[in-house]
């Protein structure tokens, strides 16, 4: 179980960082030039996710692949 929720927490830190540098960068673009505008933060927030996320599907894939294999591998501990 830990290693599960450390797998998670690799996996979905880089896509978290990326959201907020992009939300520090867009809000502070926005009040730097006075502008309330959700659709110039909500569009590009959703890019920039979908962008990490194709990405970085080969390695998502992978350490998800590495977790099935050991859990399915130490299978037998929990059949006794």
């Known amino acids: ?5 450390n797998d998670l927490v690799i996996i979905f830190a880089p896509i978290l960082v990326a959201v ?3 939300c520090f960068s867009r809000s502070l673009t926005q009040m730097l030039k006075s502008m309330k505008e959700e659709s110039l933060t909500t569009v590009p927030r959703l890019a920039v996710v979908t962008a990490i996320i194709v990405c970085g599907m080969p390695w998502f894939m992978e350490l998800m692949a590495a977790h099935t294999r050991v859990i399915v591998l130490d299978l037998y501990r929990f059949l006794k």
């Open 1 to 5: 179980m830990r290693q599960l929720l």
């Open 20 to 22: 907020l540098l992009w």
